[in-house]
Each structure stands twice: as C-alpha cells, then as structure tokens.
C-alpha cells in the first residue's frame, strides 16, 4: 500500500484543516491585520466562502480545459465585487483598497486565473476613477460596478519593459480620435467591454511626452482579436493579441490631455503593482499550506518528513518570509488608503519592493511544496503542480522582477 496522503480537498486550507497545527494561528493575526469595516470583514468572510466552496473545486479543471471561468466571473459579480472598487456616487460600494487586495489575494488562492481576471478590472479602471472627467465616470463607471470587464493594453511586439517605445498611433480628426498599431499578451483582451489603451498622440515628437491613454470600448469597428495564447500556467485566463485597424474612438474617451499618459501609468502601477502582490501572495500562501498539510502526513523512514530537521529549516524560511511579505502587503495597503499613491512617484519604491519580494516568494513557495511533495509533487494529481506554473508568471508580469530591482536601486541614486 502506498504511504502517501490523499491530495488535499478543495478547499481545506481555509481555516478547517488547520486544528491542531499551532504556528498557522500567526497567519489568522496577519489576516486580522488590515483595517477593515465590519462591512468589509463581513464581504470577506463571503468571498472566502465563495472562494472555498465554489471558485477552488473548479479550478483543476478551468486549468486542464482553458476555458475562461464565465461561471467564477458571475458568483464574483453575484457578491457585488466589481463595485467594491468603485465609488457610491458612481454606483459602487467605494471600499477600502486594503479590503479589495484582501479579496485578491483570497480569490487567487483559490485560483489563480480567477484572481487574475479580477484584478485586471481594477488595473484597467481604476484610472478612469482617478483620472476620468465627470462626464466620463457618470457615463462609464456604472457599466463597471455591474459587472463589465476591463483590459489594460500597454505592451506591444517591440515595447515590453520599455514602453516609452510602443508604436500605436493616436491621430486627432474632429470629435474622434482615430486609434492605429496594435497590442500583445493582453490579459481579457477577448472578453473586455472597456479596453484602456495606452498609445502615442501623433504630432508629439517626444516620446515620453507623446504617450496618451484612451478607453476603447467592445464592438468599436477596427478592434480585432488576432490570437489567444497558448501559455504554461494560469491557463483559465485569456491573453489575446489585439490589432487596431483605425478604430474610430469618441475624443470624449481620452483620458487627460493629449501626452498626460506616462505620468497617468506610473500612477496607476503604484496600485496595480500591489494587487499583483496580493494575487502572488494568494498563490504562495496556497502551495506553502499544501506543503505543510502533505508533510504531515507522509511517512519515510518511519517518521513524517515534517520531523527531519533540514525540512523544519526550509519551513522556518518560507513562513518568515510569508509573514514578513504580507505584513509588508498591509503596511502598503494603509499607504494607499490613506491617499499616499497620488501622483508618480508617490509610493513607487514601496510598491516595487512589493511586488518583487511577494512574486519571487510565491515562485519559490510553489518550487518548494512541489519538492516536498517529491514525486507526486509531478503529478497533475496534486494541486502544488498547477501553483508552480502559474507562480511562474508573477515575475515577469506588471514589470519584470529584473525591472523592479532597478526601480529599486536607481531610487538611491543622490541627485545632483
Ligand atoms: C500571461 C501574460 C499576461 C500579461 N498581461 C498583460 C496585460 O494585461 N497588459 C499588458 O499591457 N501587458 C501584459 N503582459 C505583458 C508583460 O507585462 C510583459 O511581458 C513584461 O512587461 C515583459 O515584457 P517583454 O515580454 O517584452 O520582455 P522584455 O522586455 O523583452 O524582457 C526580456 C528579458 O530582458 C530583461 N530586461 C529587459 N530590460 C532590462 C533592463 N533594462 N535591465 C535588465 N534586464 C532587462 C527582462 O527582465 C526579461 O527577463 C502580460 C504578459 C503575459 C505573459
């Protein structure tokens, strides 16, 4: 008979398989560690409850079958998530972003696809919150608190960690704006209602000076869908290539003025760059409870691996980082809240430390609960195969982790 445990239930790491193991109480104090409402306390309690019972039992198969997750989409929806972001007056909830990156984190650890399909609504809308006209958040906002998807589209064939070298073409006629060139690896891109672009306005030699943001919506003619890529992990989740063939879009779409767009990016990653910290953090709290359970359980040498001492020093150096990182997490959470991110660079540095440490952490977490689980840690069977590839991208997406180290760095350049 075989000696291994049984893969984990879905499920099972939220709080009830937990009795009994007493280091895991430091993890329910760091939950406790946001300021939240009673409101927001009481909307988390249901996301975890979704997250739990419906959004993790599918997720092995949204994985296998690459078919976008419709059904997670609606129960998000059914909770009123797309509204938490946004204000009353708008007809949102107007929540805290402490509470929304809670509600990431928890979605994501449930599955990784979903996390981040939600997330991206909020990274492509939530500079239309902050920078939209009023007639522009009267006009759209509503469509996004029920539901509509967003895409952000910035990163082109030959425009990746430097944007400032994107090609597609803004050129002013009349009351339109006439959108030309095109967009890679576009998280939603097939399935957004609001796509918020990024491009150059024509007529602005600079480069930098040149960028501008405008929203595209679904059904605008010119927008075409080119392909869906076929990727390693977080395969549930669409990223399409996307062409503009002169797309005629509204002038009354552009965001800020002709040129205000770099300066509108680097605010927006100042929120966006945590909450991918926060969907990191989802999937690296997953694989390190998956281990801990797996270890145990399982026997060798007629003790459980848990009891070897060299695994007890891997463990001690995974949950203090954990711990460290999502304290972290908090601390930029009440930054946000507390109106800090305002305009570049406002909390750059803090939020690229973030999202650095937490996607490294989650890659390492997923390569280490596979290796704990040793063959088996192989095997489809076991979810920890599906966290590694999908921890994966973490370091590469919202700026590489190459990237970050020398946002980082370069902040202690003195200036002279
Ligand atoms: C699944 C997925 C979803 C995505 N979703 C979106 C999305 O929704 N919207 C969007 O706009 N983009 C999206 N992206 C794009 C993503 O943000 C880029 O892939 C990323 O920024 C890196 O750009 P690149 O792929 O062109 O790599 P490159 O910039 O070509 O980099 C290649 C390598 O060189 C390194 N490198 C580059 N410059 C430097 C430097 N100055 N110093 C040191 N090393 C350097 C990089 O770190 C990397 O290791 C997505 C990508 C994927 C794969």
């Known amino acids: 008979m075989l000696d291994k445990p049984p893969p984990l239930l879905a499920g099972e790491g939220w709080g009830g398989g937990w009795a009994g193991y007493g280091a895991m109480t430091l993890f329910s104090r760091l939950d406790a560690m946001p300021a939240l409402s009673p409101e927001e306390r009481l909307l988390l309690d249901s996301v975890r409850a979704l997250a739990r019972d419906e959004i993790a039992p599918r997720a092995a198969e949204y994985d296998r079958s690459g078919e976008f997750p419709w059904d997670n989409v609606r129960a998000i929806n059914g909770l009123g998530l797309n509204a938490m972001f946004v204000p009353e007056a708008y007809g949102g909830a107007g929540l805290s972003y402490a509470a929304y990156l809670a509600c990431v984190r928890e979605i994501s650890q449930a599955c990784a696809s979903t996390g981040i399909i939600w997330a991206t609504n909020f990274h492509a809308m939530k500079p239309l919150i902050d920078f939209g006209t009023e007639e522009q958040k009267q006009r759209l906002l509503p469509r ?32 339109r704006v006439v959108v030309s060139g095109g967009k890679i690896f576009i998280s939603n891109g097939d399935v957004a209602d609001l796509y918020l672009v990024f491009g150059k306005w024509a007529g602005i030699a600079d480069d930098r000076k040149a960028i501008s943001a405008i929203i595209i919506e679904k059904g605008t003619p ?24 002169d797309c005629p879009v509204p002038r009354a779409n552009l965001l800020g003025a002709p040129g205000d767009g770099l300066a509108l990016l680097l605010a927006a990653l100042n929120k966006s760059r945590p909450s991918v910290a926060a969907h990191a953090l989802g999937l690296a709290r997953a694989a390190f409870e998956d281990a801990v359970l797996y270890i145990n359980q399982r026997r060798q040498s007629g ?28 601390h930029v959470a009440g930054l946000v809240d507390r109106g800090a991110a305002g305009r570049a660079p406002g909390i750059a540095v803090e939020a690229s430390m973030l999202k650095l440490r937490a996607s490294d952490l989650a890659m390492r977490c997923a390569t280490e609960a596979v290796q704990l689980h040793g063959g088996y840690g192989y095997i489809k069977e076991y979810r920890v195969e599906r966290l590694m590839r999908d921890a994966k991208i973490t370091q590469i997406w919202e700026g590489t982790n190459q990237i970050h180290r020398q946002l980082i760095g370069r902040s202690f350049i003195a200036r002279s």
């Open 144 to 175: 996004v608190a029920e539901g509509a998807i967003g895409a952000l589209a910035i990163t082109e064939p030959d425009a990746g960690s430097d944007a400032t070298h994107m090609t597609t073409r803004f050129s002013p006629d009349g009351e």
């Open 222 to 245: 010119g927008l075409t869908i080119l392909r869906k890529e076929d990727k390693m992990g977080h395969r549930a989740a669409s990223t399409v290539a996307l062409a503009f063939e």
């Open 303 to 330: 003790r459980r691996i848990v009891e070897f001492q060299g695994i007890q020093f891997l463990l001690a150096d995974l949950a203090t980082d954990l711990a460290m990182c999502e304290a972290w997490l908090w």
